[in-house]
């Protein structure tokens, strides 16, 4: 082997004057800017195992000098979310209902606190989207009972509907068949006549059933049987049923009327979550602005402060 090495021919590079079975090898050395990174990073290696929690030990790990740990910097991230909420509770306690409204992060987090409690307490019943199933109302559509203003639906929320405490809302349907008000042939009219309100062709019977109407009927669901929301008594005009609009169905509900029942959540929910799950409940499609005039009185009973979506 002379001592100056030969040059490859096809690539015109010199070789090490390795040779193996007469495969040689290249001389293409690492290029210099590449060999500066590797020792900064070997450098920056060694300043980390001194500075870091880094190598393994029977007892643990080197603790390093600067005593980080994950622990550390998870209560410290806690710490701040905590503050965080600390600040958003103390405003969303203190804002009204059209405050938050108003305010987009204080809106922002309601709509998230309520869906969470909303998943949480209300899907069994109104479903996961809110859109309900037969004696639960759809809460995406304008369609209201009780009333669909923040007032309306905050007071619904909290103390129920004929469910327990003397602030309950609260109407009962007559039970016309089973406690002997309607005779079976006064209920099939009036079904006759419920049935023309929302479009099907009259029977003859619908004009006696009209009187029945009249006289039963209306004190709740209206003269003209659009329902009234002092008495949650549902529109029959409109094509939506809570129960159904077949006839069958509805002879069954003014025999034995219904009585559905939405529990209060006051006392099992705090007075933020129940703001939150207004606002979210509102803004789900069928939310109404403030009428004054018909708003419910304002709640005085203040309830402490709790996490919004704490199911509690
Ligand atoms: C046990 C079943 C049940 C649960 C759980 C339930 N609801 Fe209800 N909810 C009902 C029923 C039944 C009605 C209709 C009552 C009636 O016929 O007037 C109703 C009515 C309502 C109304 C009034 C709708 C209108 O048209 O005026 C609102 C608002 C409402 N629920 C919100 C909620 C929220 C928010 C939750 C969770 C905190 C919840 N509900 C949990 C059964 C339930
Ligand atoms: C005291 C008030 C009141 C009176 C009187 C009343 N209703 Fe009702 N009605 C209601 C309420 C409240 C509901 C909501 C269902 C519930 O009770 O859960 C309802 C529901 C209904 C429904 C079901 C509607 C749906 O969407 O599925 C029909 C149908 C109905 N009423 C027909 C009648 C007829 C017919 C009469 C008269 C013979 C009558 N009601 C008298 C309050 C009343």
């Given at each position: 082997m002379s001592d100056k090495n030969e040059i490859d021919k096809v690539s015109g590079v010199e070789t090490t004057g390795h040779e193996w079975d007469g495969l040689k090898e290249l001389n293409n050395p690492a290029p210099r800017w590449w060999l500066w990174v590797f020792f900064v990073t070997v450098i920056w290696s060694v300043g980390y195992w001194i500075l870091?929690?880094?190598?393994?030990?029977?007892?643990?790990?080197?603790?390093?000098?600067?005593?980080?740990t994950s622990h550390k910097k998870l209560a410290a991230d806690q710490g701040e979310i905590a503050e965080m909420q600390r600040i958003n509770l103390g405003k969303f306690s203190n804002a009204s209902l059209q405050d938050i409204m108003n305010d987009p992060e204080l809106y922002a987090f309601a709509v998230a606190g309520g869906k969470a409690a909303f998943k949480d307490n209300c899907a069994t019943c109104h479903g996961s989207g809110g859109a309900g199933s037969k004696g639960y109302p759809n809460l995406n559509?304008?369609?209201w009972l009780w009333g669909g203003t923040l007032d309306d639906i905050f007071y619904t929320i909290k103390h129920g509907i004929r469910s327990v405490g003397d602030d309950s809302?609260?109407?009962?349907m007559t039970a016309f068949g089973k406690d002997g008000v309607l005779k079976p042939d006064e209920i099939e009219a009036v079904t006759d006549y419920v049935l023309t309100l929302s479009g099907t062709t009259p029977k003859d019977s619908h004009v006696q059933g009209q009187q029945i109407f009249q006289q039963n009927c209306a004190s709740c669901h209206g003269a003209d049987g659009k329902g009234m929301r002092d008495t949650g008594a549902p529109n029959l005009t409109?094509?939506?049923?809570?129960?159904?609009?077949d006839r069958q169905t509805i002879r069954q509900t003014v025999t034995y009327a219904r009585k559905g029942v939405m529990p209060a959540w006051k006392g099992r929910l705090d007075e933020n979550t129940i703001k939150a799950l207004t606002v979210y409940v509102h803004q789900l499609g069928g939310g109404e602005e403030d009428k004054p005039a018909q708003a419910p009185k304002a709640d005085p009973q203040q309830e402490p402060a709790g996490h919004v979506g704490a199911d509690e």
């Open positions: 870091f929690p880094s190598w393994p030990t029977i007892g643990g790990a080197t603790q390093g000098l600067w005593g980080w559509d304008d369609d809302r609260f109407s009962l409109d094509k939506i049923w809570l129960y159904g609009g």
